[in-house]
């Protein structure tokens, strides 16, 4: 038989609420509406809600209080705010303020509003599930200890009971972290669906953390709860506008800089949600404090800063710089900022893997890097530098294969702003 999800609307305006059910009416699922947050608030201490979805503006509290005060309630229910164009911010807020999924703009697109009802909903059975997983692994393990108080004198008639209870308990939290894996592994994919670029970064920060945690060395659960916050270091910026996603941090206006600042915060509320993700969360939540206490969201400072978010803090960094510049460069700004910005007991091991990572990429001796003119690119060779045009634009990306075409492109590219320099290239030693 198949399981009935409760979900209720809350808004002040009945025509609203009944637009909202006649469009759940065939979807399987109970729809309960309020018209105000009090009268949502009894409704809740009477059942049990896969989904709320509260508006913003009610006059008897807001639609961000409303979200609070069912936090508390009932903690598992994923929620969403409904709320207009206007009110963008106060969305912000009840993210950040009340734990909320995600909002939804009025008017509404109504199969855009059902898939996002769908996907709160299977949130739900995965949060409900991983609970009860892990509150099942905990019962065997109070059951496990109880046997083993009375194992000096069952020894003999408990042992088969006892191995098949071990392998019981191993496979569920071998379950346990697979589900943690799978999770991530969404999340990441989001990341990816929202922005390209967000994820190759999250995906070679991952790599160099992983290479530092293990030089320090840090322990292997250590290490694999550092490279799966590297990966999802940045997934708080999935709340940011298009246009951001294409802006460097010194481009943003200061409304677009306030909603930047709080993205590890939102990072850190996506993460926290997910059972068993709390050590992570933490990470993201401080990877951009600063050594010296002028970072944000906390201001911590030196050792207060958890390591797992210094490494990931000072490996962003050579990634970012890395991309327009030389290694040798890139270590050379790190080095400069050791104490103010990063954590100068972590350049030693950052420098160790960035060698290493060099020293892969050029595995043959007959690899060097070459500054040709552009009427001397051949197709085959690979930019190792990203190209800049006089105006200022990335006109072809480090690691991408020339081609007639792009280099066609280039050609007419730098005729046509005048300008004068060559492209670093990756090419066999004469």
Same mark, same amino acid.
């Given at each position: ?112 509003? %059902? ?5 709160? !909903? ?19 393990? /109070? ?24 392998? /019981? ?13 799978? !999770? ?27 290479? %530092? ?105 050579? /990634? ?111």
């Amino acid at each position: 038989m198949q399981e009935t999800f409760n979900i209720l609307f809350i808004d002040d305006e009945e025509n609203v609420l009944k637009a909202l059910k006649r469009l759940f009416i065939d979807e399987g699922f109970e729809v309960f509406t309020a018209l105000s947050g009090n009268e949502g608030l009894e409704i809740l201490k009477n059942g049990e809600f896969a989904v709320i979805v509260s508006d913003q503006r009610m006059p008897e509290m807001t639609g961000t209080e409303f979200l609070q005060h069912a936090k508390k309630l009932c903690p598992d229910t994923i929620r969403i705010m409904l709320t207009g164009y206007a009110d963008i911010n106060a969305s912000i807020n009840a993210i950040n303020q009340a734990g909320a999924f995600r909002y939804i703009t009025k008017p509404w697109n109504d199969e855009e509003v %059902i898939l996002i009802i769908k996907e709160a !909903v299977g949130r739900y059975k995965l949060v409900k599930e991983n609970k009860y997983l892990f509150a099942l692994s905990e019962k065997q393990k /109070e059951e496990l200890q109880t046997y083993s108080k009375e194992l000096e004198y069952y020894v003999q008639i408990h042992t088969i009971d006892l191995t098949n209870r071990d392998k /019981e308990i191993k496979a569920l939290k071998e379950k346990l972290q697979k589900n943690l894996k799978e !999770v991530s592994s969404a999340l990441s994919a989001l990341i990816e669906l929202r922005d390209k670029n967000i994820h190759s970064h999250s995906k070679n920060i991952a790599i160099i953390t992983v290479e %530092i945690a293990k030089k320090i060395p840090l322990p292997s659960s250590d290490v694999e709860t550092i490279k799966t916050a590297s990966l999802l270091h940045d997934i708080g910026k999935i709340v940011f506008p298009d246009i951001m996603l294409v802006k460097e941090v010194g481009e943003l206006s200061q409304t677009e800089m306030n909603l930047y600042m709080r993205h590890s915060d939102t990072g850190h509320m996506i993460a926290n949600m997910i059972e068993g993700m709390q050590k992570t969360a933490e990470l993201i939540r401080h990877h951009h404090e600063q050594f010296n206490g002028g970072g944000f969201p906390d201001k911590l400072k030196e050792d207060n800063i958890p390591i797992g978010s210094r490494i990931i803090a000072i490996a962003d960094r050579f /990634e970012r710089l890395a991309k327009s510049m030389s290694a040798q460069d890139s270590l050379k700004k790190i080095k400069s900022q050791l104490g103010r910005e990063f954590d100068p007991e972590l350049y030693n091991f950052l420098e160790l893997v960035a060698h290493e990572q060099a020293s892969a990429l050029f595995s043959s001796d007959d690899i060097v890097e070459a500054e040709l003119s552009i009427k001397s690119l051949a197709p085959g060779l690979i930019v190792s530098r990203d190209v800049i045009g006089g105006s200022g634009m990335v006109l072809l990306k480090k690691n991408s294969v020339l081609t007639d075409k792009n280099i066609e492109l280039l050609q007419k590219a730098f005729n046509m702003d005048s300008t004068k320099g060559n492209i670093f290239v990756y090419k066999k030693r004469k």
